[in-house]
């Protein structure tokens, strides 16, 4: 299929949205719901079949392939053009194939476990919609078209989390992450237009004005940005400011964790497969800018290695399985700043797709597991839940397996193995990263190594706590009232509750995205497959990147790291929490304390902006707007009613009085003139 | 001018428009002030007039002059008397609606624009 | 031929119909007025088909001597910047209309306000002698003032003056610098006008302002002050919250466009007349529209009413109109220019819907709401468009405005013109309106219904709907193809720009365009829509 055709693959789920949002409730009314999910899963799978259609017909990397479709103007003002262009590439196609596919196994999924709500329609609009602003952001040919993918993300984000609006936390939740969003779009945004001022003050009037086109941006950036490092730096942290606020990097994570709050399926489409990796897919896109940037390159390494890590230690003071999984996401996404900011662009890509792939399943699992608990999401209630959700629970483990990148290197690995030993391979070997001399990109490598062994004790912790271990744990729980809903369906989890395996929508999915998590490494790294397809071709400044550390036996260490964090965790977990992480929060060491209140830093920024915002405003409107402005009016209106006051008294409402007044000043005026001045003369 | 001289005239104008002044001031019966008003209109109608007529005489040797001046006078007797007219119909018509809504047309109860 | 006058004098026309009605007659009343503005707005539609984008002259121009003993002649004409105002005006007016059928106090009254005031804006955005458009600047006065007095909510007298005295010492600065620019004009050409081609006409080959060159900053001011009152721009906002938060919800949607008086003025008068004194004003100006986003925001967000977070999210707004329009570059200009109609589309759908909240309710206050959405569904998704183009999501009206005005603003700080951090905060501003938007959405919405009252809350009928609907239709219209409207303004805009940076000699001047008009008119030329006009490179 021709690269013309990309429209449709963004058409399909447009017009799913518009059917969802025009026709849903009359649909589910004369058809059933069955009918309003298959209309909702069919546009995304259509999408990913013409979607892989065209990548078969694409070939080799992205400077020579890039093919861009244009669809007329959007905006022209003066000598800027931004027309409706789409750019076909292996980096634009490899998003479209996790997004529609991983979207498409989502919906089916959803289908399932949204079945006992009552705004179905509603909740399959907002799906349908992110899935089209998603594939706005990774086909737009210009930033601005990213840009408004980004925030049309950003907006289904904010709709799906608060999709439970009648619990105002949900709604607080959801407020939380646009506006978090909106301070990384802030950066962008300036981003953006430094480019524009930089492209429009060195190239002028030349070229068609389109500034913000990767075609024409980009060769335009690496000419303009050679002599000149500094304004590389500037926009490339401005750039890494909104990928921050989108992939929940520090101290921009804030809003991930809060937004678990939306449906479980929301929270494995957005909040771990696709969007949270926009902000990765930008960097790829910007490349350029931040290979001519040691700089920015190691403050984003450094900043990812240090998300990695605080996120990583977060996750072990969370009891929500929803929140270790959240603090997980955002550790993993730590690591593919790394790869960035080491240069190692395709190992970043290799993760989002692997994570894609792994994170999701694991949501997806955890959803079946709320689902089956009576959305319940406290772990401390979990138990023995193998016995009972025997397909969850091997599909789980396969997850687990992935995303603590187990594998005998040379022989066979889950999926999370190779993308991860790309990342940390590429960040132990590479000199790019760093500030006056200090390797920030290997220092990373080495945090990221631990994070590793991290990583796989608190996924082992939540596997115990959750499928191994006794049952007594919910058996003797009398009635719990955890997720308050508007209608009455879901049955509250007590003792005599039995959990049920999940319908077969909800399982094939999880089967899929296994089988992914198991094979999808070891395909797509066979030979370095992915990397020769994503990235053909040395990069443009940093030439040929290297994922192979000398000197180190990486694939020893990380194998280590990794089967060691597991035995390490089913040596803590399998009994069950120790008595210090127990029911009791008061008896919690202060570290584990410290872990769940995210080391105070949630606190911390609430207070300062929140609270601290609203005295601020508070005071100066009461200072400037009431006090000094109004005051001057006021008080100018106070002057002239005490004059008025005193003048009043001349007013005595006579008419004759008046007329003498009138008299009177007519005859001194005549006078004036007949006497005065003639006398002067 | 037929020997009455222009200080006559200019004096009886005088002396209308005082009484007019004078009434306007001191009476209290609206119909009253406005017999009053009208002496005084009256009075610059003839101040007007006369100024005319005189300065027709004066001015008889010049053609233009004349032209220009004869009917300016008369010509303002008549916006007056038209002004006069249209205040009267105004005028009466104030005054017939203050009665019917107080009974009563003393110009000294008539105070509500007291400041 | 007198297109102009007529779309000018046709609600005023309305006001003597509505008089001959009896007040008794409510409804026909109501259905008069509303016949009114609708044919007001029919009318001015036309204007779209004579217009030509082709050309930055006045067009469809009347020009009449009026009082020549003071030089001041009945002078109406459109251009690009103009246009879309105009429209704006006739097509909110017919909402403000539309939207009022509720009113059962004094119909007939607050009908002929209505259409006064638009009469009084019409003028005032066609009219090119300067004291014709201070008479029709200050006939918005009286109107307003009355529709806030008698159909106003509890603190309606206070409010009332506040924007009256306000308003009008403000415009009094003005007055004084149109007399004043009437006078040099005197003394330039020994000919008294106050037609403004004709004095720009001086002004670009630097003749007006060559002895005057101390004064020039002091008159530019005059005309800014006032301005800057109407717009409103920090700190001469005060008088908008109590005037929003006081007047009948026809009043907020009509004075949505009336402060755009203030934006266009800027434009009009501002900019091309005083182009020595500009330069060295840029960055105050700019200073004053960055506080005013950023100050606007941030007061917006602990407002416990929802009109009073309209009144400070319009300073807000308007802040970027003014950043664009004084960044003195083509896209923040335009941009400006742009983002002035999308704040009149979005700000009045926004107060339709709180409209149709107080009708429903009688109160704005956040506390006597809560939960909603449940109740009202399609009122609360109304809402959200009308709340995401306000904050300026792409893909509406919003974004694309405010994208183009803080692009020319960071452009204009690029090149030295004003500082950097300037436009760092302005940018700043962006996430400030989604945190009052969405703490706004928030209260009203979410949530579970805390009041008994909100139990038995009924949704948009379907008139309510198609009356909100077709403003809908304008967000996404303006934010999908927004080269509609901005690709009429541009050589207007493009003349505007160079008549107020360049040098002497080289400035446009509307006359000699005129000239170009007059010879290009005298053949009979076929109407032409304004969205296919020939494109300037």
Same mark, same amino acid.
């Given at each position: 299929?021709?690269?013309?055709?990309?429209?449709?693959?963004?058409?399909?789920?447009?017009?799913?949205?518009?059917?969802?949002?025009?026709?849903g409730?009359? #649909?589910?009314?004369?058809?059933?719901?069955r009918?309003?999910?298959?209309?909702?899963?069919?546009?995304?799978?259509?999408s990913?079949?013409?979607?892989?259609?065209?990548?078969?017909?694409?070939?080799?990397?992205?400077?020579?392939?890039a093919?861009?479709?244009?669809?007329?103007?959007?905006?022209?003002?003066?000598?800027?053009?931004?027309?409706?262009?789409?750019?076909?590439?292996?980096?634009?196609? *490899?998003?479209?194939?996790?997004?529609?596919? #991983?979207?498409?196994?989502?919906?089916?999924?959803?289908?399932?476990?949204?079945?006992?709500?009552?705004?179905?329609?509603?909740?399959?609009?907002?799906?349908?919609?992110?899935?089209?602003?998603?594939?706005?952001?990774?086909?737009?040919?210009?930033?601005?078209? =990213?840009?408004?993918?980004?925030?049309?993300?950003?907006?289904?984000?904010?709709?799906?989390?608060?999709?439970?609006?009648?619990?105002?936390?949900?709604?607080? %939740?959801?407020?939380?992450?646009?506006?978090?969003?909106?301070?990384?779009?802030?950066?962008?945004?300036?981003?953006?237009?430094?480019?524009?001022?930089?492209?429009?003050? /060195?190239?002028?009037?030349?070229?068609?004005?389109?500034?913000?086109?990767?075609?024409?941006?980009?060769?335009?950036?690496?000419?303009?940005?050679?002599?000149?490092?500094?304004?590389?730096?500037?926009?490339? =942290?401005?750039?890494?400011?909104?990928?921050?606020?989108?992939?929940?990097?520090?101290p921009?994570?804030?809003?991930?964790?809060?937004?678990?709050?939306? $449906?479980?399926?929301?929270?494995?489409?957005?909040?771990?497969?696709?969007?949270?990796?926009?902000?990765?897919?930008?960097?790829?896109?910007?490349?350029i800018?931040?290979?001519?940037? $040691?700089?920015?390159?190691?403050?984003? @390494?450094?900043?990812?290695?240090?998300?990695?890590?605080?996120?990583?230690l977060?996750?072990?003071?969370? *009891?929500?399985?929803?929140?270790?999984?959240?603090?997980? *996401?955002?550790?993993?996404?730590?690591?593919?700043?790394?790869? @960035?900011?080491?240069?190692?662009?395709?190992?970043?890509?290799?993760?989002?797709?692997?994570?894609?792939?792994?994170?999701?399943?694991?949501?997806?699992?955890?959803?079946?597991?709320?689902?089956?608990?009576?959305?319940?999401?406290?772990?401390?209630?979990?138990?023995?839940?193998?016995?009972?959700?025997?397909?969850?629970?091997?599909?789980?483990?396969?997850?687990?397996?992935?995303? @603590?990148?187990?594998?005998?290197?040379?022989?066979?690995?889950?999926?999370?193995?190779?993308?991860?030993?790309?990342?940390?391979?590429?960040?132990?070997?590479?000199?790019?990263?760093?500030?006056?001399?200090?390797?920030?990109?290997?220092?990373?490598?080495?945090?990221?190594?631990?994070?590793?062994?991290?990583?796989s004790?608190?996924?082992?912790?939540?596997? @115990?706590?959750?499928?191994?271990?006794?049952?007594?744990?919910?058996?003797?729980?009398?009635?719990?009232?955890?997720?308050?809903?508007?209608?009455? /369906?879901?049955?509250?989890?007590d003792?005599?509750? /039995?959990p049920?395996?999940?319908?077969?929508?909800?399982?094939?999915?999880?089967?899929?995205?296994?089988?992914?998590?198991?094979?999808?490494?070891?395909?797509?790294?066979?030979?370095?497959?992915?990397?020769?397809?994503?990235?053909?071709?040395?990069?443009?400044? =940093?030439?040929?990147?290297?994922?192979?550390?000398?000197?180190?036996?990486?694939?020893?260490?990380?194998t280590?790291?990794?089967?060691?964090?597991?035995?390490?965790?089913l %040596?803590?977990?399998?009994?069950?929490?120790?008595?210090?992480?127990?029911?009791?929060? %008061?008896?919690?060491?202060?570290?584990?304390?410290?872990?769940?209140?995210?080391?105070?830093?949630?606190?911390?920024? *609430?207070?300062?902006?929140?609270?601290?915002?609203?005295?601020?405003?508070?005071? =100066?409107?009461?200072?400037?707007?009431?006090? #000094?402005?109004?005051?001057?009016?006021?008080?100018?209106?106070?002057v002239?009613?005490g004059i008025?006051?005193?003048?009043?008294?001349?007013?005595?409402?006579?008419?004759r009085?008046?007329?003498?007044?009138?008299?009177?000043?007519?005859?001194?005026?005549?006078?004036?003139?007949?006497?005065?001045?003639?006398?002067?003369? | 001018?037929?020997?009455?001289?222009?200080?006559?005239?200019?004096?009886?104008?005088?002396?209308?428009?005082?009484?007019?002044?004078?009434?306007?001031?001191?009476?209290?019966?609206?119909?009253?002030?406005?017999?009053?008003?009208?002496?005084?209109?009256?009075?610059?109608?003839?101040?007007?007039?006369?100024?005319?007529?005189?300065?027709?005489?004066?001015?008889?040797?010049?053609?233009?002059?004349?032209?220009?001046?004869?009917?300016?006078?008369?010509?303002?007797?008549?916006?007056?008397?038209?002004?006069?007219?249209?205040?009267?119909?105004?005028?009466?018509g104030?005054?017939?609606?203050?009665?019917?809504?107080?009974?009563?047309?003393?110009?000294?109860?008539?105070?509500?624009?007291?400041? | 031929?007198?297109?102009?006058?007529?779309?000018?004098?046709?609600?005023?026309?309305?006001?003597?119909?509505?008089?001959l009605?009896?007040?008794?007659?409510?409804?026909?009343?109501?259905?008069?007025?509303?016949? +009114?503005?609708?044919?007001?707005?029919?009318?001015?539609?036309?204007?779209?088909?004579?217009?030509?984008?082709?050309?930055?002259?006045?067009?469809?121009?009347?020009?009449?001597?009026?009082?020549?003993?003071?030089?001041?002649?009945?002078?109406l004409?459109?251009?690009?910047?103009?246009?879309?105002?105009?429209?704006?005006?006739?097509?909110?007016?017919?909402?403000?209309?539309?939207?009022?059928?509720?009113?059962?106090?004094?119909?007939?009254?607050? !009908?002929?306000?209505?259409?006064?005031?638009?009469?009084?804006?019409?003028?005032?955005?066609?009219?090119?002698?300067?004291?014709?458009?201070?008479?029709?600047?200050?006939?918005?006065?009286?109107?307003?003032?009355?529709?806030?007095?008698?159909?106003?909510?509890?603190?309606?007298?206070?409010?009332?003056?506040?924007?009256?005295?306000?308003?009008?010492?403000?415009?009094?600065?003005?007055?004084?610098?149109?007399?004043?620019?009437?006078?040099?004009?005197?003394?330039?050409?020994?000919?008294?006008?106050?037609?403004?081609?004709?004095?720009?006409?001086?002004?670009?080959?630097?003749?007006?302002?060559?002895?005057?060159?101390?004064?020039?900053?002091?008159?530019?001011?005059?005309?800014?002050?006032?301005?800057?009152?109407?717009?409103?721009?920090?700190?001469f906002?005060?008088?908008?919250?109590?005037?929003?938060?006081?007047?009948?919800?026809?009043?907020?949607?009509?004075?949505?466009? !009336?402060?755009?008086?203030?934006?266009?003025?800027?434009?009009?008068?501002?900019?091309?007349?005083?182009?020595?004194?500009?330069?060295?004003?840029?960055?105050?100006l700019?200073?004053?529209?960055?506080?005013?986003?950023?100050?606007?925001?941030?007061?917006?967000?602990?407002?416990?009413? !929802?009109?009073?977070? !309209?009144?400070?999210?319009?300073?807000?707004?308007?802040?970027?109109?003014?950043?664009?329009?004084?960044?003195?570059?083509?896209?923040?200009?335009?941009?400006?220019?742009?983002?002035?109609?999308?704040?009149?589309?979005?700000?009045?759908?926004?107060?339709?819907l709180?409209?149709?909240?107080?009708?429903?309710?009688?109160?704005?206050?956040?506390?006597?709401?809560?939960?909603?959405?449940?109740?009202?569904?399609?009122?609360a998704?109304?809402?959200?468009?009308?709340?995401?183009?306000?904050?300026?999501?792409?893909?509406t009206?919003?974004?694309?405005?405010?994208f183009?005005?803080?692009?020319?603003?960071?452009?204009?700080?690029?090149?030295?013109?004003?500082?950097?951090?300037?436009?760092?905060?302005?940018?700043?501003? +962006?996430?400030?309106?989604?945190?009052?938007?969405?703490?706004?959405?928030?209260r009203?919405?979410?949530?579970?219904?805390?009041?008994?009252?909100?139990?038995g809350?009924?949704?948009l009928?379907?008139?309510?709907?198609?009356?909100?609907?077709?403003?809908?239709?304008?967000?996404?219209?303006?934010?999908?193809?927004?080269?509609?409207?901005?690709?009429p303004?541009?050589?207007?805009?493009?003349?505007?720009?160079?008549?107020?940076?360049?040098?002497?000699?080289?400035?446009?001047?509307?006359?000699?365009?005129?000239?170009?008009?007059?010879?290009?008119?005298?053949?009979?030329?076929?109407?032409?829509?304004?969205?296919?006009?020939?494109?300037?490179p």
């Amino acid at each position: 299929m021709n690269y013309e055709s990309i429209w449709l693959v963004l058409l399909f789920p447009i017009v799913g949205f518009l059917i969802q949002a025009f026709l849903g409730t009359r #649909i589910e009314k004369m058809f059933g719901r069955r009918a309003l999910g298959a209309i909702a899963v069919l546009p995304i799978a259509l999408s990913f079949a013409v979607g892989l259609m065209i990548t078969l017909s694409t070939k080799g990397g992205p400077e020579e392939s890039a093919k861009i479709a244009t669809f007329g103007n959007w905006i022209n003002a003066a000598n800027l053009k931004i027309p409706f262009e789409f750019i076909v590439d292996p980096l634009s196609m *490899t998003m479209v194939l996790i997004i529609t596919g #991983i979207g498409a196994l989502i919906h089916l999924y959803a289908t399932g476990y949204m079945s006992e709500e009552k705004d179905y329609a509603r909740f399959f609009t907002y799906m349908n919609l992110f899935i089209a602003s998603m594939l706005v952001l990774v086909l737009g040919a210009n930033l601005v078209l =990213l840009f408004v993918g980004w925030e049309g993300v950003g907006l289904c984000s904010y709709l799906l989390i608060g999709f439970w609006y009648k619990d105002i936390a949900n709604a607080k %939740a959801a407020n939380k992450a646009f506006i978090v969003n909106r301070i990384g779009d802030w950066g962008l945004t300036l981003g953006l237009f430094l480019i524009v001022a930089l492209l429009m003050k /060195t190239n002028g009037m030349a070229g068609d004005g389109r500034f913000l086109s990767y075609d024409s941006m980009l060769p335009a950036l690496k000419t303009g940005l050679q002599q000149n490092p500094g304004m590389a730096t500037a926009i490339a =942290l401005l750039l890494f400011v909104g990928a921050a606020g989108k992939s929940a990097q520090f101290p921009l994570y804030l809003w991930l964790p809060d937004a678990m709050a939306g $449906p479980t399926p929301v929270s494995a489409l957005i909040h771990a497969a696709t969007m949270v990796t926009s902000g990765v897919v930008l960097l790829n896109r910007m490349h350029i800018v931040f290979e001519m940037s $040691p700089i920015a390159s190691a403050i984003v @390494c450094g900043i990812g290695a240090f998300t990695a890590l605080f996120a990583a230690l977060i996750a072990f003071g969370q *009891t929500d399985i929803k929140k270790v999984l959240a603090y997980s *996401t955002v550790s993993q996404l730590g690591f593919m700043f790394i790869a @960035c900011g080491a240069g190692a662009y395709w190992a970043g890509m290799f993760h989002v797709t692997t994570h894609a792939f792994f994170k999701a399943l694991l949501f997806l699992g955890a959803g079946a597991v709320i689902h089956a608990m009576g959305h319940n999401q406290d772990m401390r209630n979990y138990g023995n839940l193998r016995k009972y959700l025997p397909i969850t629970f091997w599909t789980m483990i396969l997850g687990t397996l992935a995303i @603590c990148a187990v594998g005998i290197p040379g022989v066979f690995g889950f999926a999370g193995f190779y993308s991860k030993e790309a990342i940390l391979g590429g960040a132990l070997a590479n000199t790019h990263a760093q500030i006056q001399g200090i390797q920030v990109g290997q220092i990373a490598g080495w945090v990221g190594l631990g994070v590793a062994a991290l990583t796989s004790i608190y996924m082992t912790r939540l596997t @115990c706590l959750t499928f191994l271990g006794s049952e007594e744990r919910w058996r003797k729980i009398p009635v719990s009232h955890e997720h308050d809903h508007e209608d009455d /369906t879901h049955h509250a989890l007590d003792g005599n509750h /039995t959990p049920k395996e999940v319908s077969p929508s909800m399982w094939i999915p999880l089967v899929v995205l296994a089988i992914l998590s198991v094979g999808g490494g070891f395909v797509l790294a066979n030979g370095g497959a992915f990397e020769k397809w994503l990235y053909p071709n040395e990069l443009p400044v =940093l030439g040929k990147i290297s994922t192979e550390p000398n000197n180190i036996p990486l694939a020893l260490y990380s194998t280590i790291a990794a089967v060691g964090g597991i035995l390490l965790g089913l %040596a803590f977990y399998l009994k069950g929490l120790p008595k210090n992480q127990g029911w009791n929060e %008061a008896e919690w060491s202060p570290l584990r304390r410290a872990e769940r209140d995210q080391f105070g830093f949630d606190r911390a920024m *609430t207070v300062a902006t929140v609270e601290g915002g609203g005295d601020i405003a508070n005071g =100066l409107w009461k200072w400037f707007d009431v006090g #000094i402005v109004d005051g001057i009016v006021e008080g100018a209106g106070k002057v002239s009613g005490g004059i008025g006051m005193v003048l009043k008294r001349w007013q005595s409402g006579y008419i004759r009085l008046y007329a003498l007044m009138m008299l009177l000043g007519f005859v001194s005026f005549i006078g004036y003139f007949a006497f005065v001045i003639k006398g002067g003369h | 001018m037929n020997g009455v001289p222009l200080a006559a005239y200019i004096g009886l104008g005088m002396i209308m428009f005082t009484t007019g002044v004078v009434g306007v001031i001191i009476r209290r019966n609206p119909i009253v002030i406005f017999m009053c008003i009208e002496l005084m209109l009256n009075s610059v109608n003839l101040t007007f007039l006369t100024f005319a007529r005189y300065q027709m005489a004066a001015r008889s040797s010049d053609a233009l002059g004349m032209q220009n001046s004869l009917m300016a006078g008369q010509m303002m007797v008549i916006f007056v008397m038209a002004v006069a007219a249209a205040e009267v119909a105004v005028g009466l018509g104030i005054i017939m609606a203050i009665y019917r809504l107080r009974d009563s047309v003393d110009i000294d109860e008539l105070n509500l624009l007291r400041g | 031929m007198y297109l102009l006058s007529v779309i000018t004098f046709l609600p005023l026309l309305g006001v003597l119909g509505l008089f001959l009605l009896p007040e008794s007659k409510a409804k026909s009343v109501k259905q008069t007025a509303l016949v +009114v503005s609708v044919l007001t707005f029919l009318v001015s539609l036309l204007v779209l088909f004579k217009f030509d984008g082709g050309s930055y002259a006045f067009q469809v121009s009347e020009n009449h001597p009026w009082i020549t003993q003071l030089g001041i002649s009945y002078h109406l004409g459109i251009d690009g910047i103009s246009l879309w105002l105009v429209l704006l005006t006739t097509f909110l007016s017919v909402i403000a209309v539309a939207c009022s059928m509720k009113v059962d106090n004094r119909v007939r009254a607050f !009908m002929a306000c209505l259409l006064m005031l638009e009469s009084a804006m019409l003028g005032s955005f066609l009219s090119l002698d300067l004291v014709l458009f201070f008479i029709f600047f200050e006939m918005t006065l009286l109107p307003m003032w009355l529709l806030i007095n008698i159909w106003g909510g509890p603190n309606k007298g206070h409010a009332a003056n506040k924007f009256l005295i306000y308003t009008f010492a403000g415009s009094i600065f003005m007055l004084v610098g149109i007399i004043s620019l009437g006078y040099l004009q005197f003394k330039t050409t020994g000919k008294l006008t106050f037609d403004i081609v004709l004095i720009q006409e001086q002004v670009a080959q630097g003749k007006l302002w060559a002895n005057a060159l101390q004064a020039e900053p002091f008159i530019f001011w005059a005309f800014a002050i006032a301005l800057l009152v109407k717009t409103p721009a920090f700190p001469f906002h005060t008088w908008i919250p109590d005037t929003y938060a006081e007047s009948p919800i026809a009043g907020p949607i009509l004075s949505s466009v !009336m402060v755009k008086m203030g934006t266009y003025g800027l434009l009009r008068f501002c900019l091309p007349l005083f182009p020595d004194a500009l330069p060295h004003q840029i960055p105050y100006l700019v200073t004053l529209a960055v506080i005013g986003i950023v100050y606007g925001a941030i007061l917006a967000a602990i407002q416990p009413d !929802m009109r009073r977070v !309209m009144a400070y999210s319009s300073l807000s707004h308007m802040g970027f109109v003014l950043l664009g329009i004084f960044s003195l570059t083509k896209i923040g200009m335009l941009g400006g220019a742009f983002q002035q109609l999308n704040h009149g589309i979005t700000a009045t759908i926004l107060f339709l819907l709180i409209g149709y909240l107080y009708q429903r309710r009688g109160t704005t206050l956040f506390k006597d709401f809560g939960g909603i959405k449940a109740q009202m569904p399609i009122f609360a998704t109304l809402f959200l468009i009308a709340m995401l183009s306000s904050l300026g999501l792409p893909g509406t009206n919003g974004f694309v405005g405010e994208f183009l005005a803080l692009l020319g603003g960071f452009q204009a700080a690029y090149a030295n013109q004003f500082s950097m951090g300037l436009i760092v905060v302005a940018v700043f501003g +962006v996430v400030l309106a989604a945190v009052y938007m969405l703490y706004m959405f928030q209260r009203v919405f979410y949530g579970k219904i805390t009041q008994e009252e909100n139990k038995g809350l009924l949704d948009l009928t379907g008139t309510e709907i198609a009356l909100a609907g077709i403003l809908v239709v304008f967000i996404f219209w303006g934010g999908l193809a927004p080269n509609t409207f901005m690709r009429p303004m541009e050589n207007s805009i493009n003349a505007t720009l160079k008549m107020s940076t360049a040098a002497p000699g080289f400035r446009p001047s509307w006359s000699e365009e005129y000239a170009v008009e007059a010879k290009k008119h005298s053949a009979p030329t076929t109407p032409r829509l304004a969205m296919n006009m020939r494109i300037q490179p």
